[in-house]
């Protein structure tokens, strides 16, 4: 309401703004799943969901680099800000074109691993990692310092290209490659770039940090890296697992219904975006920051009740309107798809709050039942309903830990 108000009267906060940017991103984004399913058909989609995976997987590892440097941009300022923001640009593209030569050098196998048309959409892919990393850090730079204009731009720009030039591609020229979809994810890397401070990129090498900072800045790095990790492996490996297990046509039938479920997901990453730097500065003012916490888990639970409610009601309606008739056959899994990823997403505004707060236990929590997730998938994989059934024990399970954990340290403190 507060923010229908702001619209109405055009005095958008930058937080407010940069919401309604995410969820314009989010929905372009959907738009841009949703043509491609139906242009392709299913087995042809399937293909592309493997890419867009890829993207989703490259979007948390390099998450790592913007979360370090939005919480360190806060708590960083002049020239102690200026040494580690060039370290990090260093170190990111690094780790950037490490991983971009091993997507590269592997296509083939990553081919074969994933039973996809061809190996040269991972090649295309491989030239476009640095560029994300640059990207990312980028991104963390605007979301510590509270940039919310410049961070929306970028979030659009990578958004729109994508969009435009990868149906642009299809339509146009009546293209339906996997590589095409590829080039469209690579351009749109460099329009991401964009607004970008050239001046923060240092050929140099940075001043040494004070030891103090420097096991401070490694400490959230590992911390944030293994949580990212658990994060693939619950958001990305259910598709990778069911396209290894299952024909192209049931992985593209799945994937369809995957991108549905996680519409909770997608906009639960609007209110994580803003928990991280408000719970830094409510900390760094001894402030306390539970009041942040519960806003955002109350926003979330009442959005999740909506989706998980209309997917109960109109399954067979939403899969017609967004994928059409041949994807119809997932409709009965949709309700139960979308409670696993509303468990999830409620669960993740918790690791991410404990996370802004240097604490560990809940980034390990979510890191298990990541992993018991993969396994219950590996082992129990007879149908794509008992792959959403699995899903649904392990995220009830990852979020009745997480609670108690919430509940023990209030009760402690």
């Given at each position: 309401?507060?923010?229908?108000?702001?619209?109405?009267?055009?005095?958008?906060?930058?937080?407010?703004?940069?919401?309604?940017?995410?969820?314009?991103?989010?929905?372009?984004?959907?738009?841009?799943?949703?043509?491609?399913g139906?242009?392709?058909?299913?087995?042809?989609?399937?293909?592309?969901?493997?890419?867009?995976?890829?993207?989703?997987?490259?979007?948390?590892?390099?998450?790592?680099?913007?979360?370090?440097?939005?919480?360190?941009s806060?708590?960083?300022?002049?020239?102690?800000?200026?040494?580690?923001?060039?370290?990090?640009?260093?170190?990111?593209?690094?780790?950037?074109?490490?991983?971009?030569?091993?997507?590269?050098?592997?296509?083939?196998?990553?081919?074969?691993?994933?039973?996809?048309?061809?190996?040269?959409?991972?090649?295309?892919?491989?030239?476009?990692?640095?560029?994300?990393?640059?990207?990312?850090?980028?991104?963390g730079?605007?979301?510590?310092?509270?940039?919310?204009?410049?961070?929306?731009?970028?979030?659009?720009?990578?958004?729109?290209?994508?969009?435009?030039?990868?149906?642009?591609?299809?339509?146009?020229?009546?293209?339906?490659?996997?590589?095409?979809?590829?080039?469209?994810?690579?351009?749109?890397?460099?329009?991401g770039?964009?607004?970008f401070?050239?001046?923060?990129?240092?050929?140099?090498?940075?001043?040494?940090?004070?030891?103090?900072?420097?096991?401070q800045?490694?400490?959230?790095?590992?911390?944030?890296?293994?949580?990212?990790?658990?994060?693939?492996?619950?958001?990305?490996?259910?598709?990778?697992?069911?396209?290894?297990?299952?024909?192209?046509?049931?992985?593209?039938?799945?994937?369809?219904?995957?991108?549905?479920?996680?519409i909770?997901?997608?906009?639960?990453?609007?209110?994580?975006?803003?928990?991280?730097?408000?719970?830094?500065?409510?900390?760094?003012?001894?402030?306390?920051?539970?009041?942040?916490?519960?806003?955002?888990?109350?926003?979330?639970?009442?959005?999740?009740?909506?989706?998980?409610?209309?997917?109960?009601?109109?399954?067979?309606?939403?899969?017609?309107?967004?994928?059409?008739?041949?994807?119809?056959?997932m409709?009965?899994?949709?309700?139960?798809?979308?409670i696993?990823?509303?468990?999830?997403?409620?669960?993740?505004?918790?690791?991410?709050?404990?996370?802004?707060?240097?604490?560990?236990?809940?980034?390990?929590?979510?890191?298990?039942?990541?992993m018991?997730?993969?396994?219950?998938?590996?082992?129990?994989?007879?149908?794509?309903?008992?792959?959403?059934?699995?899903?649904?024990?392990a995220m009830?399970?990852?979020?009745?830990?997480?609670?108690?954990?919430?509940?023990?340290?209030?009760?402690?403190k």
């Amino acid at each position: 309401m507060q923010l229908l108000t702001a619209i109405k009267y055009r005095k958008l906060t930058p937080e407010q703004l940069f919401m309604v940017s995410v969820l314009a991103v989010n929905g372009g984004n959907y738009l841009y799943n949703l043509i491609l399913g139906r242009l392709l058909g299913p087995t042809a989609f399937a293909d592309a969901a493997v890419l867009i995976t890829f993207l989703l997987v490259l979007s948390f590892v390099a998450m790592t680099f913007q979360l370090v440097t939005a919480k360190f941009s806060v708590l960083f300022e002049n020239e102690l800000f200026k040494n580690f923001i060039a370290r990090v640009y260093q170190q990111a593209f690094a780790v950037g074109i490490g991983l971009g030569i091993l997507i590269i050098a592997f296509a083939s196998q990553l081919q074969a691993l994933f039973n996809t048309s061809s190996s040269t959409m991972f090649i295309i892919f491989g030239c476009g990692v640095p560029l994300y990393f640059l990207m990312s850090v980028n991104r963390g730079a605007f979301q510590g310092k509270k940039a919310f204009k410049s961070l929306s731009i970028t979030y659009q720009g990578e958004m729109l290209s994508r969009l435009v030039i990868t149906l642009g591609l299809i339509l146009l020229l009546d293209i339906q490659s996997s590589a095409v979809i590829a080039i469209g994810i690579l351009l749109s890397f460099v329009f991401g770039l964009f607004p970008f401070k050239m001046k923060q990129i240092s050929f140099k090498k940075p001043a040494a940090l004070d030891a103090k900072y420097s096991k401070q800045i490694k400490n959230f790095f590992l911390l944030t890296a293994f949580y990212e990790l658990t994060q693939i492996i619950i958001n990305n490996s259910d598709i990778l697992l069911v396209k290894h297990y299952f024909e192209s046509y049931e992985a593209g039938l799945y994937a369809s219904l995957a991108l549905i479920g996680r519409i909770v997901y997608f906009i639960a990453w609007m209110f994580v975006m803003l928990l991280l730097p408000a719970v830094v500065e409510l900390k760094k003012e001894g402030k306390e920051t539970a009041s942040v916490l519960f806003k955002y888990v109350g926003y979330i639970a009442a959005i999740s009740i909506v989706i998980v409610f209309t997917c109960l009601a109109f399954p067979e309606l939403i899969i017609n309107i967004l994928f059409g008739e041949q994807y119809i056959a997932m409709a009965p899994l949709l309700w139960k798809y979308a409670i696993a990823t509303s468990m999830f997403a409620i669960s993740n505004i918790f690791a991410y709050y404990y996370l802004s707060l240097d604490k560990y236990v809940p980034v390990i929590i979510s890191g298990v039942f990541g992993m018991l997730q993969m396994v219950l998938v590996i082992f129990f994989h007879d149908s794509l309903e008992q792959v959403v059934h699995m899903q649904i024990v392990a995220m009830l399970l990852l979020l009745v830990i997480q609670l108690s954990f919430f509940v023990f340290d209030s009760k402690k403190k």
